[in-house]
C-alpha cells in the first residue's frame, strides 16, 4: 500500500509524546473541589470568606452613605452589623492567627476597601462619631415641652454615661473589651443631645480608636489610663458647659 500523504496533526519530533491509556487520570468535571479536608479546616476558611464578604460589603455601604442613598437609620443599622461580624469572627483565636491584620489580609487577596478600612479602624458608623442630634426641633426659639423633655432626658442619660466611664477608670479598670462599649455610649449619647461640637469631643473619638485598635485582652498602660481619665474628665465638664 502506498504511504498516506495526510499530514499529521502536529508537528513530530524526536522527543514527541504519546499518551499512554493506563497513566491517563480520569477525572470527573462534576466532583466537587474540595478546599479542606477536615471540618476544622472548612470552618477556618469559612471564616475567612465571610471576614472578605464582610470588607467587600462595608466598603460599599460607606460609599452609598457618602452618596446619600441610604438614609442615616439604615445606614448605621447594617454598619453597626458588618462591625459586629467582623469583629465576631476575629474572636476565634485560630481565624485571627491566620487573618494576621487587615493590611496583609487585602495584600493577599488582592483588595484594597479604603473606606472600609477606615471605618473598621474608627470601629464605629459615621453617624456615630459624628455629632446627628436626634431631637426633632419645630421651632428653635419656641422649644414645645415635648421638644423640653426629651433633651433633658437625653442629656441626664449622657450624664450617667460620662460618670460611668470615669468611674471604671478610677476603679483601675483598663482592659478594651470593657471600656470600648462604655466610652461608646458615651459619644452616642451626647451625639443624641447636640450637634455642637464641644470641648474634648475629639478627645472621645481618639481614645475610641485606641481602643478599637487594642485586641480584646489587652489593657491600657498606666499612664495611658491617667491620660484618658484626665482628657474624659476635661470632655465632660466641656459638655456641662455646652449644655449650661
Known sequence: MYASSRPLAYAPTPHSYIPSATLTANINLDEEVKLSTNPSERDLLE??????SIVLALDGLEKAF????????EYTE????LLKQYKGNLSDERVSTEFGDLESFKAKWNIECPRATERIRVGLPATMTHATSSIPQ????MPTPATTSASTQSAIIATENFI???????LGIGSKDQ???????????TNKVTDADFE????????????????????????DN???EFEMDAAYRGFKAMMS
Open 47 to 52: 471564616s475567612l470568606a465571610e471576614i472578605y
Open 164 to 170: 460611668t466611664f470615669l468611674d471604671a477608670l478610677r
Open 179 to 189: 471600656l470600648h462599649p462604655l466610652l461608646s455610649e458615651v459619644i452616642q449619647s
Open 226 to 228: 491617667r491620660e484618658v
Open 138 to 141: 419645630s421651632n428653635p426659639t
Open 200 to 223: 474634648g469631643r475629639a478627645n472621645i473619638i481618639k481614645w475610641l480608636i485606641k481602643l478599637n485598635s487594642m485586641k480584646a485582652h489587652e489593657e491600657l498602660s498606666v499612664g
Open 78 to 81: 447594617l454598619c453597626t452589623r
Open 66 to 73: 457618602n452618596k446619600d442613598s441610604i438614609t442615616d437609620a
